[in-house]
Every structure is written in structure tokens, then in C-alpha cells.
Nanobody, 115 residues
Framework: QVQLVESGGGLVQAGGSLRLSCAAS????????MGWYRQAPGKQRELVAS???????NYADAVKVRFIISRDIAKNTVYLQMNSLKPEDTAVYLC?????????WGQGTQVTVSS
């Protein structure tokens, strides 16, 4: 099992930045991949960005160039740096960890971007 604790959400004006953190309860080298998803009201959950144990990164087209996923191995933490935020980025952001064929989720953190 793995527990995930997110932090860093909040309210920001359009064009601003936020950094989300996701701390895992075990070494991220024991996790196949970690990622950030988001879910806006009335919409399906969607992948925002992910990083594999080997360091390969993947981004949704809507956030490419603006968002950066990174990790601190010593802290078992994955980050999502979000720049040039837009109102359409408003959502609950959830951290995900894939261990084997099992998905684990954090509790989510709200990101609200005002216009």
C-alpha cells in the first residue's frame, strides 16, 4: 500500500502560479508511476501529468509548456509546478500512484483560478 498526501492548492488569479506537492509513504522508486489528475465539476477525471519510475514524463496537451512535473527522491515527493494558470484549470487535483496494477489516490486539493 501507499498513502499520498497532497498540499499546495488554493486560489490564484489568471496568469499566476501554484506548486502542488504529493508526499508518498514509501520510496517512489517502489512506485511504477506517479501522476496528477484533475476533476472539474460535471467533468470526467483527466490526467494532467505523470512521471514514471525511470523519469519519463507525460503531459496533457492542455498543460504542456505551462505545467512541470518533478520529483524529490529523498523526500518521496512529486511536485506539479503550474504556471500561466487559466480559469479552465480550476479543478480538484488528485495525486495518483501506480503500484503493480493497483492505483492509489490522495484526498485531492482544490485549485481555483479567478479571471
Amino acid at each position: 500500500q501507499v498513502q499520498l498526501v497532497e498540499s499546495g492548492g488554493g486560489l490564484v488569479q489568471a496568469g499566476g502560479s501554484l506548486r502542488l506537492s504529493c508526499a508518498a509513504s514509501r520510496s517512489i522508486f517502489s512506485i511504477n508511476a506517479m501522476g496528477w489528475y484533475r476533476q472539474a465539476p460535471g467533468k470526467q477525471r483527466e490526467l494532467v501529468a505523470s512521471i514514471t519510475v525511470g523519469g519519463n514524463r507525460n503531459y496533457a496537451d492542455a498543460v504542456k509548456v505551462r505545467f512541470i512535473i518533478s520529483r524529490d527522491i529523498a523526500k518521496n515527493t512529486v511536485y506539479l509546478q503550474m504556471n500561466s494558470l487559466k480559469p479552465e484549470d480550476t479543478a480538484v487535483y488528485l495525486c495518483n500512484a501506480l503500484v503493480g496494477d493497483r492505483n492509489y489516490w490522495g484526498q485531492g486539493t482544490q485549485v481555483t483560478v479567478s479571471s
